[in-house]
């Protein structure tokens, strides 16, 4: 949970304007009035347990800086936060190895807020064979793994592109959570150098996709793989970890791509056979 001395209403009043909402705004979308939204974010009256929440759920606050508020607020914390081995995860747990394990043979895999790995399927193995063994070392940050210099980035052809759209994604993360983590690793990610055999090409040289997907673009000993994304999250999970867990599982973007990992995975099968 986040640590804060700052008032309850003075974080309110964060996340509302975070949320790019005035006060008529907020409190015409908790039908509450302004009055009394003005006292709250002032300090003048002292927001129940129900009222925060329901602000926080009009806000889209995460869970954990929902916890945040009510702490402020003098209330204990709602939401709770289970350690990843809690037998009450257990059918999370199971539901992503499912997820995951039947995307072979395409990449898929487990991230958390951070985007530190949490679990892949074999797929994965096959696009980061190579890479600095230093990146690999736990924890993995898988976007500091795609765009360094000594991970995936010399490798992946369109890296200005895809790099622009990992950078769209942290600011979008960063808007949704205020998470100092990502404030840092999104300037980290922005340091890292172009690749000399990306630099000049644009995305007129990747494959068309009308501007619906950006595909990551890799070269590899099998050819170009071309994969777009889906990303997958819990519908309405009460449990911190939980609900920062993300799965995100790759796709063939064209016919070449998926052969290359068919037959990828059919020589690991014969080998392991």
């Known amino acids: 949970m986040t640590g804060t001395a700052q008032p309850v209403g003075d974080l309110l009043r964060d996340w509302r304007k975070r949320r790019r909402m005035s006060q008529?705004?907020?409190?015409?979308?908790?039908?509450?009035?302004?009055?009394?939204?003005?006292?709250?974010?002032?300090g003048r009256s002292s927001p129940s347990r129900e009222m925060l929440l329901h602000l926080s759920e009009q806000l889209a606050i995460p869970l954990r800086e929902r916890n945040a508020l009510l702490v402020a607020a003098g209330f204990a914390p709602m939401y709770r936060e289970r350690r990843s081995d809690d037998p009450a995860l257990d059918a999370a747990r199971a539901a992503i190895d499912v997820i995951i394990t039947a995307h072979d043979?395409?990449?898929?895999l487990a991230v958390d807020r951070h985007w530190t790995l949490v679990t892949a399927?074999?797929?994965?193995?096959?696009?980061?064979a190579g890479v600095d063994a230093k990146l690999l070392a736990p924890p993995v940050n898988v976007l500091r793994l795609s765009l360094h210099p000594a991970g995936l980035g010399p490798r992946i052809r369109n890296f200005r592109d895809w790099r622009a759209h990992v950078l769209s994604r942290l600011?979008?993360?960063?808007?949704?959570?205020a998470d100092p983590v990502l404030i840092a690793l999104i300037e980290e990610l922005k340091g890292?150098?172009?690749?000399?055999?990306?630099m000049g090409r644009s995305a007129a040289a990747a494959h068309d996709f009308a501007g619906i997907v950006v595909p990551l673009e890799l070269t590899s000993p099998n050819g170009v793989l071309?994969?777009?994304?889906?990303?997958?999250?819990?519908?309405?999970?009460?449990?911190i970890g939980l609900s920062e867990l993300a799965i995100e599982s790759f796709f063939p973007a064209d016919a070449a791509t998926a052969e290359a990992m068919r037959r990828l995975a059919g020589a690991e099968n014969s080998w392991a056979g």
């Open 171 to 177: 600011v979008r993360q960063i808007d949704n959570s």
């Open 105 to 108: 043979p395409y990449p898929a």
């Open 24 to 42: 008529l705004d907020l409190a015409c979308e908790a039908e509450i009035s302004q009055r009394h939204l003005s006292f709250i974010e002032s």
């Open 192 to 198: 890292y150098p172009t690749p000399k055999a990306a």
């Open 121 to 128: 399927n074999k797929a994965v193995g096959h696009l980061i």
């Open 226 to 239: 071309s994969f777009f994304s889906t990303t997958t999250v819990f519908g309405t999970p009460l449990d």
